[in-house]
């Protein structure tokens, strides 16, 4: 991602049928991820994204607050144990102390900011404090105002821990970090609040009354309310950094807006919005950065179907829905759980010859691997072994993997590492398949017997080893 704003996902494990956190990692890495918020320090995540080059946001729970307010010494243990073992090896840029703790007993927001002082005192000790960030994250229900942005104002009921977080913040050149989430806005005040507008779509603009500044999205007049907040308090020139955002894929009768179309729409917006320095109205050209909630859907979240729904990727790693990361062109349009319909003409997949050597390495590892791709020819005395390289080798993997899915956009996508093209990449005895995969030296059209029969009567038809059909000639 570039810098101004960057993209981000948050990797949420709340679930019983995730991949391993390997598997996960090899996901982040081909989709060219670069930012991951994850929840806690387990040990074997933080070993997972080791020599990754992806900046890790970590969490300590609410649940741990107690012992890190009371005692520095406990702050110190947790540095020791759970990070300086994998630091920088695994590259922690965020600590996060607590979250969302105006939702929490009132006795849980008052642990935070001392808890808070105790994991910076612990960074300072290993000379780590310029490093790692660290700083709370929070819901917009920190705000007692929202709308109009202008009118933005921290509760008063949460002044006692905020205004010394906010100075926390403000010496420390911390973040602010909320969690925004304009389908909440939509779904409990559709009469207020059009889906198009808070879907990046919006045709017309809300005015604030206050200031004359035009909103066209839900999103930012959420940012500018914290900013008017902030500025309220004499506290502007703090960042604010969106730990989480997004929109669910499915939900219950009554979560009409909870669709793959909409959700899709939303973080394709979103992340053009991010990528492209627009800003807010308040501060625009200002970069934000924002994490997407969430990588996989997560089966165990308690609540409404949609809470089980925000992931981008299904737990067996296929794409919910389509997202480019890169911010390029997408079809909004097409959102079929990730397979959208084939492309015109015979097409293949191959590696983008700017491609640095080491994505494309966690590209090709990824398509031999979980991406189920027969990699065997480009083994050693195999026909696509040369040339050794591994823009080559890569290339056969993506196209394999390209068409044994469909063929489509984001299959060819891998983070922006494969390239579409009308020319046969074939050579000599190496044999690019096209749409279909190649099973025992037959093209294995991932269709049913029936239908088949209906356009190649008296033609016979035998079962593949992947559960295909082939076609018998």
């Known amino acids: 991602m570039c810098r101004g704003g960057s993209v981000g996902v948050c990797y949420g494990r709340n679930a019983d049928d995730l991949p391993t956190p390997d598997k996960a990692v090899q996901l982040i890495q081909l989709h060219n991820i670069k930012y991951v918020r994850i929840y806690d320090s387990n040990i074997q995540v933080l070993k997972a994204f080791a020599n990754t080059k992806i900046e890790l946001m970590i969490g300590i729970p609410n649940s741990d607050l107690l012992a890190f307010s009371q005692f520095q010494s406990n702050a110190d243990t947790w540095l020791k144990n759970s990070i300086l073992p994998y630091y920088p090896a695994t590259k922690i840029s965020y600590i996060t102390v607590g979250a969302e703790v105006t939702e929490a007993p009132a006795n849980v927001s008052a642990m935070v900011v001392p808890a808070m002082h105790n994991v910076l005192t612990a960074l300072k000790k290993t000379g780590l404090h310029k490093k790692i960030k660290v700083s709370s994250t929070h819901s917009l229900g920190v705000l007692s105002r929202s709308f109009p942005p202008s009118a933005g104002a921290f509760s008063s009921k949460h002044a006692h821990f905020l205004r010394p977080m906010l100075e926390f913040l403000a010496e420390n050149q911390s973040p602010f970090m909320v969690n925004l989430y304009p389908y909440y806005a939509y779904r409990d005040s559709s009469t207020n609040v059009s889906l198009d507008y808070a879907l990046f779509e919006s045709s017309s603009e809300v005015i604030d009354p206050n200031t004359g500044l035009l909103y066209t ?140 050597e080491a994505d494309l390495q966690h590209g090709l590892d990824w398509a031999c691997g979980s ?19 591994l823009e ?44 279909g995969l190649l099973v025992d030296g037959f093209i294995c059209i991932p269709v049913t017997p029936e239908e088949l029969k209906e356009s190649l009567s008296g033609c016979r038809f035998s079962k593949g080893s992947s559960g295909c059909v082939i076609l018998v000639v």
């Not at 899709?264 to 992340?271: E, G, M």
Request: with cysteine; proline share 5%; aromatic share 12%.
């Open 371 to 389: 991406g189920n791709v027969d990699c065997s020819a480009i083994q050693p005395s195999q026909p696509c072994f040369e040339p050794d390289n």
């Open 217 to 356: 999205n839900m999103f930012d007049a959420q940012i500018d309310a914290i900013n008017f907040a902030l500025t309220a308090l004499n506290f502007r020139t703090i960042k604010i950094m969106v730990t989480e955002t997004g929109w669910p894929s499915k939900g219950s009768p009554k979560e009409t807006a909870a669709t793959p179309d909409n959700a899709q729409t939303y973080n394709t917006n979103l992340i053009r919005h991010v990528i492209n320095d627009t800003g807010t109205p308040a501060k625009p050209g200002d970069d934000i950065d924002v994490y997407i909630f969430s990588l996989f859907n997560e089966n165990r979240k308690p609540g409404l179907e949609s809470e089980r729904n925000w992931g981008l990727f299904f737990p067996d790693q296929t794409s919910v829905y389509n997202l480019d990361f890169s911010g390029r062109a997408v079809d909004v349009g097409s959102t079929d759980g990730g397979n959208m319909t084939s492309s015109n003409g015979t097409s293949w997949c191959i590696a983008s010859t700017s491609a640095s």
């Open 392 to 435: 080559s080798h890569a290339s056969y993997a993506f196209n394999g993997y390209y068409q044994q899915n469909g063929a489509t956009d984001i299959a060819c996508s891998f983070g922006g590492l494969g390239v579409r093209t009308n020319k046969n990449p074939s050579y000599d005895n190496c044999v690019y398949t096209t749409f």
